[in-house]
């Protein structure tokens, strides 16, 4: 009886150690941020990549799976623990508002790959940090600056010390004698708008609200045109927005999303080494590979566009 039970339990375990674990069908899941779709913005965008994602891969339910969320901590963790105990290999959140619903996630289901879109702060390998190289932008709104100013007067308006840098590098490069303002902001509406006297264009990174806008359309309107950034202001994209916005920074959704959707139907992760030091992976995007770009609403004549193609180069070679 006792070599038996040896014998059975000796097929047992070849049986087992040989037998491959069945492997779980690729399955991409999109949570987006607040909002949803119709947004202006992320969500929009990352919808309209997916889609071409979709048809380029031949992607159906249940294979892709699109979810919204009110916004709340509680409805982001519940909505990434259904998507990751439901199968999906491939898990894209949608915004910085996820951060910390990704990085507690990621370290429940080791073995789902995450994406977090527009973010390099989650130090997990099965996290896919999409970032974009926001100093490339600025620099190419410096460029585009500079040339369309006809007063040779500009303004940076933000935040961000880094970015203005980038811009006043930019506009530098063409005009060396261009006035540069840095105007902060957020501030009060009395100080921005007794800052913009005096310049013609202005390129503003600040997208929690229109009030740029609305401060130069309703005070200099015909006056100042500015420069603003997609899918980051959903303002930007409204009708009235028209008459001032002569140019927008773009991030491209496109590349991102396909090349994440194409590594999880291949079993594979987008895992560049972002940050050694901190342990970020995922992918940068800017001006080298397309992710981060300039379009004009305005005609453009042969030296801006011999100055954008200059910066582009010169991005592009670092």
């Given at each position: 009886m006792r070599s038996k039970?040896?014998?059975?339990?000796?097929?047992?375990?070849?049986?087992?150690?040989?037998?491959?674990?069945?492997?779980?069908?690729?399955?991409?899941?999109?949570?987006?941020?607040?909002?949803?779709?119709?947004?202006?913005?992320?969500?929009?965008?990352?919808?309209?990549?997916?889609?071409?994602?979709?048809?380029?891969?031949?992607?159906?339910?249940?294979?892709?799976?699109?979810?919204?969320?009110?916004?709340?901590?509680?409805?982001?963790?519940?909505?990434?623990?259904?998507?990751?105990?439901?199968?999906?290999?491939?898990?894209?959140?949608?915004?910085?508002?996820?951060?910390?619903?990704?990085?507690?996630?990621?370290?429940?289901?080791?073995?789902?790959?995450?994406?977090?879109?527009?973010?390099?702060?989650?130090?997990?390998?099965?996290?896919?940090?999409?970032?974009?190289?926001?100093?490339?932008?600025?620099?190419?709104?410096?460029?585009?600056?500079?040339?369309?100013?006809?007063?040779?007067?500009?303004?940076?308006?933000?935040?961000?010390?880094?970015?203005?840098?980038?811009?006043?590098?930019?506009?530098?490069?063409?005009?060396?004698?261009?006035?540069?303002?840095?105007?902060?902001?957020?501030?009060?509406?009395?100080?921005?708008?007794?800052?913009?006297?005096?310049?013609?264009?202005?390129?503003?990174?600040?997208?929690?609200?229109?009030?740029?806008?609305?401060?130069?359309?309703?005070?200099?309107?015909?006056?100042?045109?500015?420069?603003?950034?997609?899918?980051?202001?959903?303002?930007?994209?409204?009708?009235?927005?028209?008459?001032?916005?002569?140019?927008?920074?773009?991030?491209?959704?496109?590349?991102?999303?396909?090349?994440?959707?194409?590594?999880?139907?291949?079993?594979?992760?987008?895992?560049?080494v972002i940050d050694e030091?901190?342990?970020?992976?995922?992918?940068?995007?800017?001006?080298?590979?397309?992710?981060?770009?300039?379009?004009?609403?305005?005609?453009?004549?042969?030296?801006?566009?011999?100055?954008?193609?200059?910066?582009?180069?010169?991005?592009?070679?670092?």
């Amino acid at each position: 009886m006792r070599s038996k039970a040896l014998l059975m339990a000796l097929v047992i375990s070849l049986f087992s150690s040989s037998t491959p674990a069945i492997a779980s069908e690729p399955k991409v899941a999109v949570a987006y941020d607040i909002g949803f779709l119709g947004d202006n913005s992320f969500n929009d965008a990352v919808h309209v990549a997916l889609k071409a994602a979709k048809n380029k891969y031949g992607l159906v339910e249940p294979f892709v799976r699109e979810v919204p969320t009110n916004g709340t901590a509680v409805d982001r963790l519940t909505r990434l623990r259904f998507l990751a105990k439901s199968g999906y290999t491939l898990i894209i959140a949608v915004g910085p508002g996820y951060r910390e619903t990704v990085a507690r996630v990621s370290k429940e289901y080791t073995e789902t790959q995450f994406a977090i879109i527009n973010d390099k702060s989650i130090p997990q390998l099965n996290v896919s940090n999409i970032h974009f190289r926001e100093d490339h932008g600025a620099y190419l709104a410096g460029v585009a600056a500079a040339n369309l100013s006809k007063r040779k007067s500009i303004a940076f308006i933000g935040s961000e010390p880094e970015l203005f840098a980038s811009f006043y590098q930019g506009a530098q490069a063409n005009f060396p004698k261009v006035k540069i303002k840095n105007i902060s902001y957020p501030d009060t509406i009395e100080a921005l708008r007794s800052q913009l006297n005096g310049i013609d264009i202005a390129y503003s990174t600040w997208d929690g609200d229109p009030s740029v806008m609305t401060v130069i359309s309703e005070s200099f309107a015909g006056k100042i045109r500015l420069i603003a950034e997609t899918p980051d202001q959903y303002f930007a994209q409204l009708l009235q927005s028209k008459a001032i916005v002569v140019a927008m920074v773009s991030k491209q959704l496109t590349k991102p999303i396909a090349q994440l959707v194409s590594a999880a139907l291949e079993s594979r992760a987008v895992i560049d080494v972002i940050d050694e030091a901190e342990g970020i992976y995922g992918r940068e995007y800017g001006a080298a590979n397309g992710g981060v770009g300039i379009t004009f609403n305005v005609p453009t004549g042969n030296t801006l566009k011999s100055a954008i193609k200059r910066a582009l180069l010169q991005l592009k070679r670092g």
